[in-house]
């Protein structure tokens, strides 16, 4: 009995020990072989194989290079796909399980390998994008499977041949959980100035009381002040200042600046704005659901036009005043300036329809008129 629970122990062990070693190749690691900053290996074993640990945290908005935590989480990783020992990858194809990152993949030669000729062959490459809409606050899972053909490499004679013997299909997933979010976060705290950028982030977290004045830099023409209770955790404070086509449209030849913070962000308590503008500038509001171009009401300090709102929009600084207006969907626009008084040549009662009433009255003396004359030629013939 001592020999079997013994022999049953030791098998035990064993297979730990093995599923230890198994668990320790799956492993993403981080390299710098070429531009690449990380890798993991596979091999004809790997089917079903989960990549979890040294996995890069993503953002959609960030810096370029993704790290292995959140405070270095980035927009891009780079993940060479290496065959074990003497393995070739010769086919390659990804896919996403979740839509808050995007993946694709490089199949280069499907191994690294240098011949003696010196000629260099390299391994496929994955690339995995944050992908996180503008109010994913918190980071969340994200998860990616790799489809590979894999099989024995022909390195006869110091020289690689082509395709590859043996083969086999496996699928491997990389992923982590709570891996990807919009954009690093900012703990928003009183008696503070913060500064939106890639590397510090465009999402805050507001669950703490402002008491005394903190301020945001949304960019380098606009300052967003709080003070009080604003009752949200989270909100993504990103400002974007590309001219908007609609809008440049609409205002023709006056000259605009545009401020859009895309994401709306909004707020129980009202925030200060802070636009810099000159003086003889005039702030509109741009309302993308409604097409509306409204004047802001909005008082001229500290060089630059403030307001205060529970909603951050979209902002356009104009040169000088322009009508108010609408933009339709089709990309038409509408103000009172661009109203067109009709030509004597089109005399007609808008909303009316009164110059159609009157055309079709003359029509209809007419046909009387030409109804009348035959009765009349009939009786005539009789």
């Known amino acids: 009995m001592k020999k079997v629970l013994a022999s049953v122990l030791a098998a035990a062990m064993v297979l730990g020990t093995a599923s230890v070693a198994f668990a320790a190749n799956n492993v993403i690691s981080k390299t710098k072989k070429g531009s690449y900053a990380y890798s993991l290996v596979v091999d004809k074993d790997s089917d079903n194989a989960t990549y979890e640990t040294g996995a890069p945290y993503l953002v959609t908005y960030g810096p370029d290079d993704a790290g292995t935590d959140v405070e270095d989480a980035g927009n891009e990783a780079e993940i060479v796909i290496e065959p074990d020992g003497d393995l070739r990858i010769t086919d390659i194809d990804v896919h996403v399980n979740t839509k808050n990152v995007t993946a694709k993949v490089k199949k ?19 690339t995995l994008k944050g992908n996180a809409g503008l109010r994913t606050f918190e980071f969340e899972d994200y998860e990616v499977e790799v489809d590979l053909t894999i099989g024995d490499a022909d390195k006869t004679g110091g020289l690689l041949a082509k395709g590859a013997s043996a083969e086999k299909d496996i699928t491997i997933t990389v992923k982590l959980d709570e891996g990807v979010a919009y954009s690093r976060i900012q703990e928003f705290e009183e008696d503070t100035n913060y500064t939106n950028s890639k590397t510090n982030g465009v999402v805050y977290n507001f669950d703490e009381v402002i008491g005394d004045e903190s ?69 509109y509001e741009y309302n993308k659901k409604t097409g509306d171009v409204t004047k802001v009401d909005a008082e001229y300090e500290s060089d630059g036009w403030a307001f205060e709102t529970k909603v951050l929009g979209t902002y356009i600084v104009a040169e000088e005043e322009y009508e108010e207006g609408t933009i339709s969907k089709d990309g038409e626009t509408s103000s009172d300036e ?45």
Do not use: H, Q, W
């Open 215 to 283: 301020r945001i830099r949304a960019n380098d023409y606009v300052d967003v002040y709080f003070k009080g209770n604003y009752g949200t955790d989270y909100e993504n404070m990103r400002l974007v200042d590309d001219d908007i086509d609609e809008i440049v449209d609409f205002f023709g030849d006056v000259d605009v600046d545009c401020y859009d913070f895309i994401a709306n962000p909004k707020f129980a308590s009202k925030v200060k704005v802070i636009i810099d503008a000159d003086s003889g500038s005039v702030l």
């Open 108 to 126: 280069n030669d499907g191994l690294t390998y240098t011949d003696k000729n010196g000629k260099e062959y390299k391994s496929p490459v994955l």
């Open 338 to 382: 661009e109203t067109e008084e009709p030509t004597d040549g089109d005399k007609t009662n808008p909303g009316t329809g009164a110059n159609d009433m009157v055309g079709a009255a003359a029509a209809m003396a007419v046909v009387s008129l030409v109804a009348a004359g035959a009765v009349a030629f009939k009786k005539a013939s009789k």
